[in-house]
């Protein structure tokens, strides 16, 4: 099977849709190195028209591709909503193809407001935050399964590494990469993340919220 014929196959029926107005290869597989064992090919694709984000995959020859649908219009609100998901595909993609030069004037937008932040939460949805993961970690401690103190640990977890990013007015990496994001950005929380999975304690919860929300009350 060749890879890069199949990609080539794609993209050319992709410009012979005359609404398709721009593409930008996006994800892990946006670099395009045929050397590897590429199983998937994800793409944004610019239309012209259209007002909501449709997406499709197909299978071509054994090569999936994952390609979402997005109107110029569209574009532009997505990144004026701090959509990240988009915001870092258009900022890090690999534009194939622009036939109306569109697409660096997205790029420069979306660089501006990547660079601006995400959109600041209030102190009262901070506190709402603060209080659901106290509440669950009250079910944890109240709780004598040890399947359920596992589950509800670290849904706890991701929620505090997560509000420690909110609080910051820091981008909220994605899930695979939220613990690796935490220690580089710190070590003490990274730490008391790690303990938690030796022991499961929910003291280790509760230190965690008060080192997090430290700063919010």
């Not at 694709?45 to 569209?74: A, C, H, P, W």
């Not at 660079?115 to 603060?130: A, F, H, M, V």
């Not at 209080?131 to 589950?151: A, M, P, T, V, W």
């Not at 929380?189 to 965690?208: E, G, T």
Request: charged content about 30%.
């Amino acid at each position: 099977m060749d890879i890069k014929q199949t990609y080539e196959e794609m993209i050319l029926k992709l410009k012979k849709n005359q609404d398709n107005i721009a593409i930008i290869v996006v994800g892990s597989s946006k670099d395009l190195n045929f050397h590897k064992n590429i199983n998937d090919i994800d793409l944004f694709v610019i239309t012209e028209y259209g007002d909501k984000q449709i997406r499709k995959r197909y299978n071509m020859k054994n090569v999936e591709f994952d390609i979402n649908y997005f109107s110029e219009n569209l574009a532009y609100e997505l990144i004026k909503e701090k959509k990240l998901f988009f915001i870092e595909g258009i900022i890090t993609g690999n534009n194939i193809y622009d036939k109306k030069n569109i697409l660096n004037g997205i790029k420069k937008y979306a660089k501006s407001e990547y660079e601006n932040g995400p959109s600041k939460y209030s102190l009262s949805e901070i506190n709402d935050l603060k209080s659901n993961i106290i509440d669950n970690i009250k079910r944890i401690k109240n709780s004598e399964q040890l399947g359920y103190i596992h589950f509800m640990s670290n849904l706890c977890l991701k929620d505090i590494l997560r509000s420690y990013f909110i609080i910051n007015n820091k981008w909220i990496p994605k899930d695979k990469k939220l613990f690796q994001k935490i220690k580089e950005k710190d070590k003490s929380l990274y730490a008391l993340s790690q303990n938690l999975y030796k022991s499961y304690d929910f003291n280790i919860l509760n230190s965690m919220v008060e080192y997090v929300f430290k700063n919010t009350k």
